[in-house]
């Protein structure tokens, strides 16, 4: 049975976002950057929490936990590499481990790259993946701690769920991702038009995540390092993949 998502907006451009279950009023929370908005939305809706998950160990994902707890004594769910510098866990999980959550069993993947000991909950039934600072819409996170190697694993990993699969990332970087994809030089019609959109959504205010999946894959430049298109505009025609994603994740680190 899919389940009901709720975005949050937090802090300047951070997302948390809810995971609800009608019937059992189950309520999983995935990342907390601030406890206001959270408790806020919680309470509007009537909903109590019964689960948070944590992506990763930065401090914009996981500070607002001590205030939500107190309100909502949830069991927590996080990365077992993490567990040194995760606020206390319930369940530390790794890569392919799977828990339920009202009925829907929910895997784990590790998407290290940003950090390392990142993961990602796939909602298989729900068709979304929360994906953290991983795989972003229109981009991917900062290497703060992987190698280019270990974020092009990740994504292909994530490359690799259905294309219906709803991509709930932590930021609201969509603008200066596209700008970014603009300094590719790539002419690609179906990625003008994203940029597009993005900038009128923008420009009404409304929030651009989450995405879907096979949105990414035909616009995201993270994504496409098999474009032939993409490698052209990059002169890295024939290049392997993941070349051509550490040349991408290169340039936007200067950009
Ligand atoms: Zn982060
Ligand atoms: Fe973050």
Redesign the pocket.
């Known amino acids: 049975m899919p389940h009901q998502i709720v975005t949050i907006p937090c802090l300047s451009d951070n997302y948390a976002f809810l995971i609800h279950d009608d019937t059992s009023g189950a309520t999983a929370l995935v990342d907390a950057p601030e406890p206001g908005p959270i408790l806020d939305e919680l309470k509007t809706r009537g909903w109590t929490l019964s689960h948070v998950l944590l ?4 401090w ?2 996981i500070d607002g936990l001590p205030d939500i707890l107190a309100a909502h004594p949830a069991k927590i769910i996080g990365a077992k590499a993490d567990e040194h510098r995760l606020p206390p866990l319930d369940l530390a999980v790794t890569e392919g481990d799977t828990f339920e959550f009202a009925g829907e069993s929910v895997s784990i993947l590790d998407v290290s790259g ?2 390392v000991g ?1 993961i990602a909950f796939h909602f298989p039934d729900t068709a979304a993946v929360f994906t ?2 991983s795989l972003m819409a229109m981009g991917c ?2 290497l ?1 701690e992987g190698t280019p190697a270990q974020m092009f694993a990740s994504l292909s990993k994530l490359a690799a769920l259905p294309d219906a699969t709803t991509v709930c990332s ?2 609201e970087y969509t603008a200066a991702n596209c700008a970014f994809a603009v300094s590719l030089g790539e002419d690609n019609a179906t990625v003008a038009q994203r940029i597009a959109d993005t900038a009128d959504k923008r420009a009404k205010g409304i929030a651009t995540v989450p995405s879907n999946l096979g949105l990414e894959k035909q616009t995201n430049p993270f994504l496409r390092s098999a474009s032939l298109a993409l490698q052209k505009a990059l002169s890295m025609e024939g290049a392997a993949p993941v070349d051509v994603f550490t040349e991408v994740r290169k340039r936007k680190d200067t950009f």
């Open positions: 992506t990763h160990h930065h914009d994902h940003h950090t990142h953290g600072d996170g900062r703060f932590g930021h």
